[in-house]
């Protein structure tokens, strides 16, 4: 199983990023897919979840109008659309793929990929 997250960078406050993780290796449609994040000094915690019907979704309270998940089952693809960056939204962010409902705990994750790092600064 492999996830690939890709699109991360330095922007500017305010500005947007979306994010991409690639999934091959599993059967995509039968997994929830989320984000995570960890900042520097600080714990992994959830940003955004979406089950495999889209049925269920979930945020991150702080995050929650301005980033939006989404994901395309025919090219195994999820998508983090992240508006309004603020500096505390910098960190390494991870896609993770689970068999559960919608956790929101890291552990309830299977699957992870390698991170792509995010800066918002001026």
């Known amino acids: 199983v492999q996830l690939v997250e890709s699109g991360g960078g330095l922007v500017q406050p305010g500005g947007s990023l979306n994010l991409s993780c690639a999934a091959s290796g599993l059967t995509f449609a039968s997994y929830t897919m989320g984000w995570f994040r960890r900042a520097p000094g600080k714990e992994r915690e959830f940003v955004a979840g979406l089950s495999w019907s889209r049925s269920h979704i979930d945020y991150l309270e702080t995050v929650k109008g301005r980033f939006t998940i989404s994901r395309d089952n025919v090219k195994n693809m999820v998508y983090l659309q992240m508006n309004i960056l603020k500096p505390e939204d910098t960190a390494v962010y991870y896609c993770?793929?689970?068999?559960?409902?919608?956790?929101?705990?890291?552990?309830?994750?299977?699957?992870w990929g390698q991170g792509t790092q995010i800066i918002v600064s001026s």
């Open positions: 993770a793929a689970s068999t559960w409902g919608l956790p929101h705990k890291a552990h309830d994750y299977e699957y």
